[in-house]
């Protein structure tokens, strides 16, 4: 990963959506945002974004994302801008009983 680029990290689940892949690199660029990171993963990963955003676009309520360990709900949810060499975290949540 080269200073530039944007690292994405999926657990197990959601790797399996993504041709088994943990980890994608994607590039950053000024003004990404959460939305338009989520848009180019769904370009390549139509199955994955849709795991992760719902048919409106909106991210899942069982769908947790961090930027740099920071909750996108705490900042600008979808809006919320994605820097040059920032990790983003997709996590779902699991529920049991």
Sequence with gaps: MTAGEVRVLLPEILAA???GQ???TLPG??????R???TAIGARYPVLERRIRD???TVRRYVNIYIDGQDIR????QDSVVGAGAEVMVLQSI???
């Design 74 to 77: 705490g900042l600008n949810r």
């Design 36 to 38: 338009s990171l989520l």
């Design 29 to 34: 660029s000024e003004g990404l945002t959460v």
């Design 22 to 24: 943990r980890e994608l």
């Design 95 to 97: 529920a049991g009983g």
């Design 17 to 19: 959506t993504a041709d």
């Design 55 to 57: 048919e409106t676009g």
